[in-house]
């Protein structure tokens, strides 16, 4: 079992920048790929970022390339989302969620094994 539990979340005025944290326990954090998704009210959950065990790849919807950076620290069972240019349309609950499966990065919400209880994002015009 692995628990997942995130931090970071809050108001930001568009333009600005906040960085997502999400710490993990339970399961060696290394044998975990690790994503972030984020829901906004009425919608659905979506894939925002992943990132391999060793953290050397990384995969990026296309609406964040360029603006988010995901990271991990294996020694402090942490993986971070780092966002920046926020708008108002990215105003949602963002999730940690990790997979055990070796394999293809999964961007799929139906493919992790675990999720955090989400912290909320607010960007504010």
């Known amino acids: 079992q692995v628990q997942l539990v995130e931090s970071g979340g809050g108001l930001v005025q568009a333009g600005g920048s906040l960085r997502l944290s999400c710490a993990a326990s339970?399961?060696?954090?290394?044998?975990?790929?690790m994503g972030w998704f984020r829901q906004a009210p009425g919608k659905e959950r979506d894939f925002v970022a992943a990132?391999?065990?060793?953290?050397?790849?990384?995969y990026y919807a296309d609406s964040v390339k360029g603006r988010f950076t995901i990271s991990r620290d294996n020694a402090k069972n942490t993986v971070y989302l780092q966002m920046n240019s926020l708008n108002t349309e990215e105003t949602a609950v963002y999730y940690c969620?990790?997979?055990?499966?070796?394999?293809?990065?999964?961007?799929?919400?139906?493919?992790?094994?675990?999720w955090g209880q989400g912290t909320q994002v607010t960007v504010s015009s």
């Open positions: 990132i391999t065990r060793s953290g050397i790849t990384t």
């Open positions: 969620a990790a997979d055990r499966a070796v394999g293809v990065i999964p961007r799929r919400d139906y493919e992790y094994d675990y």
């Open positions: 339970g399961r060696t954090f290394s044998s975990l790929v």
